[in-house]
């Protein structure tokens, strides 16, 4: 192409993991590349993630840890670029790295590495990056995208979407891919909150008295099951296992709490023999933290000692600790949730890289996609892999 500072062979829309990572591949695959973010740093969910130590990704993202349409769509993209790719690319860089539960690995230093890593990689490819200057209009005319993004205005043969979803919006988040997407053609998937708490409604103000409780539980939705923390909030429930299950519930639908995963089924009529003149919320303190086992022999009505508690009634309270219903009001929705359920549906695009079927020179990547990973690193794998595989082509 004519090097006249305006012409490019791409230009990539949002300079966050995706952005980054797809900019960086193509750059080094001698591609002119342009990378436009209207915020003034590249990277910023990056840069608060995991803590700021950046859960960078997951050791055990498989594609059935991914949420979709159609949930055989990240197949390709994650299959050819894996954690350990990613991985390889952080030891490169001497970025010291630590695995905690769950296959999640952080920095042992800052996520700002990360982002660093990533800008060193865009400018061994060349590419150009302009921070700081809102995305004015785009259109695509006989081959060729224009972007106009301040007081500039680029060209280009090939545009890749990933200016993510609307999550976290107080870091500059908007729904701007979608709006592109429409203009051109592309379906959009119903976006909406995922990796979020969960609101109460009054009939379990009491259970929202509990702010600032954790308890080790197994949170359902469906068919969907996760056994981590749980925190009870001011508002409802959050913590990672409800974080998790929050990907899989609907609104007016109820989730399931297991308060003793992994007790025998018999446990409070086991402690009976045992320990007869045992109180019920004495045994279930033993077990949960103090408030929480008050508030739940309150809320199931046995106050005396075991020994006073008919096995029937024992039996009925272990049942409902083990499946504990919820019919959560809501969501703390786009402002506290992690990342974005839906978005540019996957089946207006190539799995394999990422281009829009019916729009040649259209690629949408990371978050923008119908695909939603796991608590956990997961979304990072999915920006580097997606990245990567539009990166390929461009």
Not at 229 to 240: C, D, E, I, K, Q
Not at 372 to 377: F, H, M, V
């Amino acid at each position: 192409m004519i090097d006249n500072g305006r012409t490019f062979d791409a230009i990539v829309l949002g300079a966050g993991g995706a952005g980054l990572m797809c900019a960086a591949v193509a750059g080094q695959r001698g591609r002119r590349v342009l990378l436009i973010d209207h915020a003034d740093r590249a990277g910023k969910k990056i840069l608060i993630s995991g803590g700021g130590r950046c859960n960078f990704t997951n050791v055990n993202a498989a594609p059935d840890r991914f949420l979709s349409a159609n949930p055989h769509f990240a197949k390709s993209a994650l299959g050819r670029y894996r954690p350990e790719d990613f991985i390889a690319l952080v030891d490169r860089y001497r970025i010291a790295w630590h695995e905690k539960t769950l296959g999640q690995l952080f920095c042992d230093g800052s996520a700002r590495q990360i982002v660093h890593m990533l800008m060193e990689e865009c400018a061994k490819g060349g590419v150009r990056i302009s921070l700081g200057k809102p995305i004015a209009e785009v259109t695509h005319a006989e081959g060729t995208f224009s972007v106009r993004y301040g007081d500039e205005a680029a060209t280009a043969p090939a545009l890749v979407i990933a200016t993510g979803g609307p999550s976290i919006p107080k870091m500059g988040a908007t729904g701007f891919a979608y709006d592109l997407a429409r203009i051109f053609g592309l379906a959009v998937v119903t976006p909406r909150p995922a990796l979020v708490p969960l609101t109460l409604s009054e009939e379990d103000r009491l259970f929202r008295a509990l702010s600032g409780v954790s308890a080790d539980v197994e949170a359902r939705a469906g068919k969907a099951a996760f056994r981590e923390a749980a925190l009870f909030t001011h508002r409802g429930l959050s913590g990672p296992a409800i974080l998790q299950i929050s990907s899989y519930w609907r609104e007016d639908e109820e989730i399931g709490i297991d308060f003793l995963p992994g007790r025998a089924t018999d446990w409070a009529v086991a402690a009976k023999r045992a320990r007869p003149k045992t109180h019920f919320h004495t045994l279930l303190g033993e077990l949960l933290p103090g408030r929480l086992a008050e508030a739940l022999a309150k809320k199931i009505g046995l106050w005396s000692e075991l020994a006073n508690i008919c096995d029937d009634k024992l039996k009925a309270a272990q049942q409902r600790l083990a499946d504990w219903r919820f019919c959560p009001d809501g969501s703390e929705g786009f402002a506290k949730a992690e990342v974005t359920l839906g978005g540019i549906s996957t089946a207006d695009l190539s799995s394999r890289t990422m281009e829009a079927k019916a729009v040649p020179g259209l690629y949408a990547i990371g978050e923008a996609v119908d695909v939603t990973g796991w608590l956990g690193g997961y979304n990072f794998q999915w920006a580097w892999a997606s990245g990567w595989a539009a990166g390929q082509v461009l």
